[in-house]
């Protein structure tokens, strides 16, 4: 007998995930965003060179990605409210130490390691699997665009609040009150908080070996995994190394200010609308279609000749499909897996995302200093787009069919 | 209030914050100090 893998009852009100969830991520997401921002006056005041700050901003993306799938085991396990709870301590804990680090290392391990820990715990995998379990199918997808679009909002917010605090308040300071911010999630956790799951109330009961067995044995998660590793190359290459190369030709750096918040506007909508297609439309195609444009965005910016026109309006096209994959990529596979495990398989997927990341950053920085010019990085830029579009298509969005245990 | 009417008055809310956001973006004196620190890092 086959057993569907989706099957929920709304426990907690819609509402109340909602606004939790997305003022979590919110949260979450904004103090991240705006690290940036630190560079100069805490390696002007502690005499580290660039690279050491770097370094520490890089192990971070790292340690965010491997520790999600352990953060979504927990939570899928005990419940995102003390995974959130635990979460919102160590990003407190990372903010202290960045502020108070006084050598390149232990700045890596506080600002590194445990804030990267601290965002795993407090971002989408672990609030996408309270929506998967409260909110019915037939608006997860919407709801998850809303979360994702709140977490957009977060980034665009946080830039211009975190260079005010900066700058009235000292960088230490501001760390410090971001310190106090961030543990905001730990209230708002307390209305993610899922009573006690009954036996088989999602389905069968399966065990974390089996689902992770299950799950990349089954062609479309690593169809999936594939996808996502292309939106973390693109999405960091382009946000990380863009300045650069507008820079390289002789833009003004008010272009790449406008650039850089072009792209947080148009993300809030794009993640919006993305969530609500995926209620619309098959997930597939959503995704394919927004690698594809992704492709022809980048393709089209490199073939017009470059002004600050050609500028925003790619920033604008860009920012609305930078993170317009996740609620889609969340949703199938909450529609593919159910509900179980979750925020463990999300975690998962986000690992695949990071490692893309990384890639993108390293690589473009790596061919740059190889061939003097990013043109090879956008070109492999375009190409992953196109294969990310292509291996989409094929995936199952249907409920992977289990082969109940049947008594002898 | 009519279901329309709540979703325009929402709609007008977050056009309006997402307006202000951008507004700061462009304020001259943070618009420097972004590029400032934006340029120093390459």
Redesign the interface.
Known sequence: MNAPATTTTPRLSMFQVLLCGALVVTTSMGIRHGF??W??PITMERGWT?EAFSFAIAIQNLSWGLAGPLAGMLADRWGAFRVLLIGALCYALGLLGMASASNAALFTAMAGVLTGVAQAGTTYAVVYGVIGRNIDASRRSWAMGVTAAAGS?GQ??M??VE??LI?HLGWQNALYVLAAAVLAIAPLAFGLREPPLQAGAHGRHQSIGSALREAFGYRSFQLLMAGYFVCGFQVVFIGVHM??YL?DHGL???V???A??LIG?FN?FGTYTAGSLGQRMPKRYLLSGIYALRSVAIVVFLSVPLSPLSVYVFAAVIGFLWLSTVPPTNAVLAQIFGVQHMSMLGGFVFLSHQIGSFLGVWLGGKLYDATGSYDIVWWLAVALGVMAALVNLPVRETAIERREAVPA | MKPLMRRSLLGLLIAAVLGLVFAAYAQPSLMMELSQKLWACF
């Open positions: 940036g921002l560079l100069q660039r909002f665009f917010l830039v211009p260079n005010w700058g300045p650069s820079k003004s750096p008010q790449a200010t406008y850089l918040a506007l809030v």
